[in-house]
């Protein structure tokens, strides 16, 4: 099994699983020249990490974000932070609540 996988290669793993090279949202597009003005991410629980690979492009861009925020605690929170830190004139919209944690499900900031 294999593949290209954003410039990256996905093969087998010795142990019969796969693994998969990833990049970042800055290499993949604002490295390239690219601008994107919408992002949504539902990374179970890896949404800060997304959020750091792509600082260049929030900061210079500010896209619009739609990004979950109920993996782990307070991390809507994390998220806000994080996001008015590369770029401060973010306004956010918090939505849904998980019945399991009491999180919020959904973060827009625009």
């Not at 087998?12 to 290499?27: E, L, M, Q, W």
């Not at 597009?29 to 949504?40: E, N, S, V």
């Amino acid at each position: 099994m294999g593949g290209e996988v954003f410039g990256g290669g996905l093969q087998n793993s010795p142990d019969g699983g796969s693994c998969v090279s990833v990049t970042t949202i800055d290499k993949l597009f604002y490295d390239q020249g690219k601008r994107i003005t919408y992002l949504k991410a539902d990374l179970e629980g890896s949404e800060i990490e997304m959020l750091k690979g792509a600082s260049k492009t929030i900061r210079e861009y500010k896209p619009k974000i739609a990004i979950t925020t109920y993996h782990k605690k307070d991390d809507h929170i994390k998220i806000m932070n994080s996001l008015k830190k590369m770029n401060p004139s973010y306004n956010f919209s918090l939505r849904g609540i998980d019945w399991r944690h009491g999180n919020p499900i959904m973060l827009h900031a625009w």
